[in-house]
């Protein structure tokens, strides 16, 4: 079994579109992120979420909303989406200071 | 100032070859980990090593926290080695927030 999945992996989709990005963990760690890694390969942080609650909101727009049900499932949908929005997106989890990272969902915004 | 800085930005080498990649890391960051980011985009963890030594197969990695630099050994290097080789540290605040470099891009030729 994947340790953190992600789906879709891939997304193409229009401009203005609203889209869901879905991960889901087994691991049973407290702690699940968002990463967003652009077309330079450079990875940033977007949210962090402990036991279902908001730690982390890094100034990402308010077009990004991060939901979490339960303690293994951190989706994120993005309403009106830009061609600046392309990327790829990633989930992760840690136990303690240790991060695993999904297999990234790569969207293309045309 | 640039919190987590990597050398060099890239690499080739032929099969079989060692090599070293640095990092470099703020006095704001701790708990260092590396990755690798293979051809087809996955994070994958090598290792999560705050200070001292690891090895794992032909891979090792060593940090000086006390120094603030973090070195990743590869050494026999073969094809699959290629990808992006990131390291990331926790930023100050104990959020968990990953703080990554920009990556060593290693390219393995046969």
């Known amino acids: 079994d994947t340790a953190v999945s992600q789906t879709p992996k891939y997304l193409v989709t229009q401009m203005g579109n609203d889209k869901s990005i879905k991960c889901e963990q087994n691991l049973g760690h407290d702690t699940m992120y968002w990463y967003k890694q652009d077309s330079k390969k450079f990875l940033k942080i977007m949210f962090s979420?402990?036991?279902?609650?908001?730690?982390i909101n890094e100034t990402v727009p308010n077009r990004f909303s991060p939901k979490s049900p339960d303690k293994a499932h951190l989706n994120l949908h993005i309403n009106s989406l830009e061609l600046g929005d392309s990327a790829v997106y990633f989930c992760?989890?840690?136990?303690?200071?240790?991060?695993?990272f999904g297999q990234g969902t790569r969207l293309t915004v045309v | 100032g640039i919190q987590v800085e990597q050398s060099p930005p890239d690499l080739i080498l032929q099969e079989g070859a060692n090599s070293t990649l640095r990092c470099n890391f703020s006095d704001s960051v701790n708990n260092l980990q590396w990755f690798h980011q293979n051809p087809w985009g996955q994070l994958i963890n090598l290792f999560y090593?705050?200070?001292g030594t690891k090895q794992n197969g032909r891979l090792s990695a060593t940090t000086v926290a006390t120094e603030r630099y973090s070195l990743l050994y590869i050494s026999s290097s073969q094809t699959t080695d290629s990808g992006v080789y990131f390291c990331?540290?926790?930023?100050?605040?104990?959020?968990?927030?990953?703080?990554f470099g920009q990556g060593t891009t290693l390219q393995v030729k046969p």
């Open positions: 090593i705050p200070s």
């Open positions: 992760a989890t840690a136990r303690g200071a240790e991060a695993f």
């Open positions: 979420y402990n036991n279902k609650e908001l730690i």
């Open positions: 990331a540290g926790h930023g100050s605040g104990n959020t968990g927030k990953l703080i």
